[in-house]
């Protein structure tokens, strides 16, 4: 009876065993990947601005007292729209004027060619040639005189189409400096039209970039919004050489809801140099800041792991460049790195 109880303990004894060892080569079980080169990929951080293509403060060319004004701030308007207008009252008299003084300066043309042609219709012995002269001579004045009367009232005509601003593309106006009953001077800011409808994204670039820019992809997003669109370059523009910057215009590949003066950020993928990269999950992050990765090395058939610091780079889909501590041909452990010692013997599950 006293054999029996024994035995029990001892078969325990030996399962118990048994399923640590089971655990322990369980444990011990690990996928790698061989360390390979290749192009890497570098994002950088981007912050600019939304900016309009057409703004535009306009002005009028004459000088006047402002008598109708139809737009407000926010208003949004069509090209050829009219937003502004002058008191016509003075150039209007002097447009009928400068019209009636070339009716006359037309009769006076007519009336000398009249005389012309009554001199060319005779024949010479009827008619002196200084008379003759003295008939072209009065035609010629005549018609001088009637192209600066037409020159004239073209000038009025002019100055009365400027006594009503215009809206020069279709837009917003955002700024409205003047009211009905002001006088205003040639040059003075009235309105500001901002073009909507065109608005880019600006960012400001290290030149660093500029040879690698081909090939490259720009996401952005609205400052608020948590979603990443792409975009499309549009133009690289050369800033002052000091800044050792160029200006990046980009518009969304996408609409989006904005308006000139928001933040925007974005993030530029540019192809860096070709070196090794490992899988994010291949990488240990220890309590005092450092990165390191177990590698695989075989010694006799048999494979160990051994714990090697690195130094990291940028990241891309899941691929971290290593910029020192591993080279092509390392073995690096992605799966089962968690609980691994110096030296410990491993089995690959992918050998």
Not at 80 to 104: C, F, H, K, M, Y
Request: no cysteine; charged share 25%; net charge negative.
């Amino acid at each position: 009876m006293s054999l029996l109880p024994l035995l029990t303990r001892l078969g325990a004894g030996l399962l118990t065993l048994s399923l640590s060892g089971a655990i322990t080569a369980q444990e011990n079980r690990v996928e790698t990947q061989i360390v390979a080169d290749a192009p890497r990929i570098e994002i950088l951080p981007l912050m600019g601005s939304v900016s309009a293509l057409r703004t535009s403060q306009l002005s009028s060319a004459e000088a006047g007292l402002i008598s109708e004004l139809t737009v407000e701030m926010g208003d949004n308007v069509t090209q050829g729209e009219p937003l502004l207008s002058l008191d016509t009252r003075d150039i209007t008299l002097e447009n009928q004027r400068a019209r009636a003084d070339l009716a006359q300066a037309e009769a006076e043309r007519d009336e000398a060619q009249r005389l012309v042609n009554e001199a060319n219709q005779l024949s010479a012995q009827n008619f002196a040639a200084s008379d003759r002269r003295q008939r072209e001579s009065r035609l010629a004045a005549a018609q001088a005189t009637l192209e600066a009367r037409r020159a004239d009232y073209a000038l009025t005509q002019l100055q009365l189409e400027r006594h009503q601003i215009r809206a020069p593309f279709d837009g917003m106006v955002t700024q409205r400096e003047s009211n009905v009953g002001e006088w205003i001077n040639p040059g003075d800011a009235l309105l500001t039209l901002v073009d909507l409808a065109s608005l880019r994204l600006d960012f400001s670039v290290p030149l660093s970039a500029y040879q690698r820019f081909k090939g490259s992809t720009l996401e952005v997003r609205l400052e608020g919004d948590e979603q990443w669109h792409t975009a499309r370059t549009l133009a690289r523009i050369p800033l002052d050489a000091s800044s050792r910057q160029f200006l990046l215009r980009a518009a969304p590949d996408t609409p989006l809801d904005m308006l000139p003066g928001m933040a925007v950020q974005g993030r530029l993928q540019v192809n860096g140099e070709s070196g090794p990269s490992v899988p994010r999950d291949a990488l240990i992050r220890r309590p005092d800041g450092s990165v390191s990765v177990w590698l695989a090395r075989q010694t006799d058939d048999i494979w160990q792991a051994f714990e090697q610091r690195v130094e990291i780079g940028s990241s891309h889909q899941g691929e971290v460049a290593v910029n020192e501590g591993i080279s092509a041909g390392d073995r690096v452990i992605v799966v089962g790195n968690e609980r691994l010692e110096e030296g410990q013997n491993v089995t690959l599950s992918d050998d």
